[in-house]
């Protein structure tokens, strides 16, 4: 197919030189009309202000003030500041202490409680006095008043919270209805369009910043649903609880948290996702409390060397560590070892997607589930429980000294079978099995993926293994097989994971 450019300019009103150069710009731009994609040629352009945007939605974002009596904490109650701690019989303690007593004229009185103020942001989201923040702006707050962009104020009470995701919905009583906004569709929005955030910095009030979406489902560590939606629009102290809008004017995020090495905005802030604030608000607006389903497992994330082991195309899913005996996951006959590769037709790309999945899953509904096992994929439906609020995760316990037992070395592993004296030093219940970890060398792989001594080596594979040998055994046939790695599931005070490591290394 051949493709045939005209150009033309009027050469009665340029010059020559003039008329050629607009000729080529001419071709350029019909080529690159003809030439992109057709989603690069109706991209939306950039907006040329912000104007009427902020001007419609100002009205519906709030500034929260809180209060809270604090007690002193010092000792005896003496107002003031600290005694600096010294040895005890210092003569500086003495000295500080004499000093202190003469600057205090009612020294044996007790402190009076004093009042912390905080300040942070929110948004109505019904007419009649519904208010959307972060839980950690109103956390331990006496009063909570609510100032609207006319400077009228309310005193606000508490519908609910939800201390996971870092939720709080007020409610105020206003004496007419209030302006309010509405969600959007957080999923839809994508990384590079336009984000404009409204809060309260500083208590400055009333403060407008633009940016762009920078980034989608961010992990900082704030708890176990973490889901952030990452902007460069100046995001400061204050701006906590404020709304991200898109450019139709929707909620598609709560601005919660920046990354900041100075405290102030560097371009780096986050935002709880909509679509995973609206059915927790909609539950506190409901009910005042938050409900999540459960599964009744652990996991961990499936690595490289995990998803070859397992026969796996490419790192993806939830590797299952461990199962709760009364759980859902018991009765539906998952098991330690199983990757699950989607939850409910939504596929596990990461293991974090899991207990979000989950968690937004109302209790006693059965969803599909497909998991990974023995190296095929596998059916299966869940009945997904109530989360108990109580559970909590197994600690990580203090490692314990090796020993000095005689040992077989394995992947760079010390290994023993377990003894009586072994399981009474080490503090090892009846119902544990398995082989004992008391060396790891510290360049090997094993010691690299965080694996300690006083570990215990549940299985090999998929097979338990009861004595050193029986690992030396199955290393060897993972040689054998031309394995590169091998997994081995470990436990450690009753909670179990897995590593993988290369075999060439034993």
């Given at each position: 197919?051949?493709?045939?450019i005209?150009?033309?300019?009027?050469?009665?009103?340029?010059?020559?030189?003039?008329?050629?150069?607009?000729?080529?710009?001419s071709?350029?731009?019909?080529?690159?009309?003809?030439l992109?994609?057709?989603?690069a040629?109706?991209?939306?352009?950039?907006?040329?202000?912000?104007?009427?945007?902020?001007a419609?939605l100002?009205?519906?974002v709030?500034n929260?003030?809180?209060?809270?009596?604090?007690?002193?904490d010092?000792?005896?109650?003496?107002?003031?500041?600290?005694?600096?701690?010294f040895?005890?019989?210092?003569?500086?303690?003495?000295?500080f202490?004499?000093?202190?007593?003469?600057?205090?004229?009612?020294?044996n009185?007790?402190?009076?409680?004093?009042?912390?103020?905080?300040?942070?942001?929110?948004f109505?989201?019904?007419?009649?006095g519904?208010?959307?923040t972060?839980?950690?702006?109103?956390?331990?707050?006496?009063?909570?008043?609510?100032?609207?962009q006319?400077?009228?104020?309310?005193?606000?009470?508490?519908?609910?919270?939800?201390?996971?995701?870092?939720?709080a919905?007020?409610r105020?009583?206003p004496?007419?209805p209030?302006?309010?906004?509405?969600?959007?569709?957080?999923?839809?929005?994508?990384?590079?369009?336009?984000?404009?955030a409204?809060g309260?910095?500083?208590?400055?009030?009333?403060?407008?910043?633009?940016?762009i979406?920078?980034?989608?489902?961010?992990?900082?560590?704030?708890?176990?649903?973490?889901?952030?939606l990452?902007?460069?629009?100046?995001?400061?102290?204050?701006?906590?609880?404020?709304?991200?809008?898109?450019?139709a004017?929707?909620?598609?995020g709560?601005?919660?948290?920046?990354?900041?090495p100075?405290?102030?905005?560097?371009?780096?802030g986050f935002?709880i996702?909509?679509?995973?604030?609206?059915?927790?608000?909609?539950?506190?607006?409901?009910g005042?409390?938050?409900?999540?389903?459960?599964?009744?497992?652990?996991?961990?994330?499936?690595?490289?060397?995990?998803?070859?082991?397992?026969g796996l195309?490419?790192?993806?899913?939830?590797?299952?560590?461990?199962?709760?005996?009364?759980?859902?996951?018991?009765?539906?006959?998952?098991?330690?070892?199983?990757?699950?590769?989607?939850?409910?037709?939504?596929?596990?790309?990461?293991?974090?997607?899991?207990?979000?999945?989950?968690a937004g899953?109302?209790?006693?509904?059965?969803?599909?589930?497909?998991?990974?096992?023995?190296g095929?994929?596998?059916?299966?439906?869940?009945?997904?429980g109530?989360?108990?609020?109580?559970?909590?995760?197994?600690?990580?316990?203090?490692?314990?000294?090796?020993?000095?037992?005689?040992?077989?070395?394995?992947?760079?592993l010390?290994?023993?079978?377990?003894?009586?004296?072994l399981r009474?030093?080490?503090?090892?219940?009846?119902?544990?099995?398995?082989?004992l970890?008391v060396?790891v060398?510290?360049?090997?792989?094993?010691?690299?993926?965080?694996?300690?001594?006083?570990?215990?080596?549940?299985t090999v594979?998929?097979?338990?293994v009861?004595?050193?040998?029986?690992v030396?055994k199955?290393i060897?046939a993972?040689?054998?097989?031309?394995?590169?790695?091998?997994?081995?599931?470990?436990?450690?005070?009753g909670?179990?994971?897995?590593?993988?490591?290369?075999?060439?290394q034993?």
């Open positions: 197919m051949s493709l045939a005209v150009c033309r300019t009027d050469r009665r009103h340029a010059p020559r030189a003039w008329a050629k150069a607009a000729r080529g710009l071709c350029l731009a019909v080529l690159a009309a003809l992109l994609p057709a989603g040629a109706s991209a939306k352009p950039a907006p040329d202000g912000f104007a009427e945007l902020a419609k100002l009205p519906a709030v929260i003030s809180t209060t809270q009596t604090i007690k002193s010092k000792p005896g109650n003496r107002p003031g500041p600290d005694i600096p701690q040895p005890p019989g210092s003569p500086f303690e003495e000295f202490k004499d000093f202190f007593d003469r600057n205090q004229p009612h020294g009185q007790q402190a009076l409680p004093r009042r912390a103020t905080s300040l942070g942001s929110g109505v989201v019904d007419p009649a519904l208010v959307v972060n839980n950690h702006v109103i956390a331990d707050a006496d009063e909570i008043t609510v100032t609207l006319d400077d009228t104020s309310f005193k606000a009470e508490v519908v609910g919270r939800d201390t996971k995701v870092d939720i919905l007020l105020v009583k004496t007419k209030l302006i309010s906004v509405k969600f959007g569709d957080s999923d839809g929005t994508r990384v590079g369009d336009w984000v404009l409204i309260n910095p500083f208590g400055l009030g009333g403060t407008v910043t633009a940016g979406l920078s980034a989608r489902a961010r992990e900082i560590n704030a708890g176990p649903y973490d889901d952030f990452q902007t460069d629009a100046s995001i400061n102290r204050g701006n906590s609880g404020g709304p991200m809008f898109n450019m004017g929707e909620v598609i709560i601005n919660t948290a920046i990354y900041s100075s405290g102030g905005s560097i371009g780096i935002a996702p909509a679509n995973l604030a609206r059915p927790i608000i909609e539950q506190l607006r409901s005042g409390k938050v409900e999540r389903g459960w599964l009744g497992v652990r996991i961990q994330p499936v690595t490289a060397g995990i998803a070859e082991s397992l195309d490419k790192a993806r899913g939830a590797l299952v560590t461990d199962v709760d005996n009364d759980g859902p996951a018991s009765a539906a006959q998952i098991q330690a070892g199983d990757v699950v590769l989607a939850f409910d037709g939504k596929p596990i790309d990461r293991s974090r997607q899991l207990p979000r999945l989950v899953t109302p209790s006693g509904r059965e969803v599909p589930v497909t998991l990974w096992r023995d095929k994929e596998m059916p299966i439906k869940v009945t997904v109530l989360l108990d609020p109580r559970k909590l995760a197994v600690a990580r316990p203090p490692e314990p000294e090796p020993e000095a037992e005689t040992a077989v070395t394995a992947l760079g010390s290994l023993v079978q377990i003894t009586p004296q009474q030093r080490y503090h090892l219940g009846e119902g544990v099995n398995g082989v970890v060396g060398a510290g360049d090997a792989p094993a010691a690299e993926q965080g694996v300690s001594p006083g570990d215990i080596v549940a594979g998929r097979d338990a009861a004595t050193p040998d029986d030396v199955k060897s993972a040689r054998e097989a031309q394995q590169h790695s091998i997994l081995l599931r470990l436990e450690r005070k909670a179990g994971r897995y590593v993988a490591l290369p075999v060439e034993g």
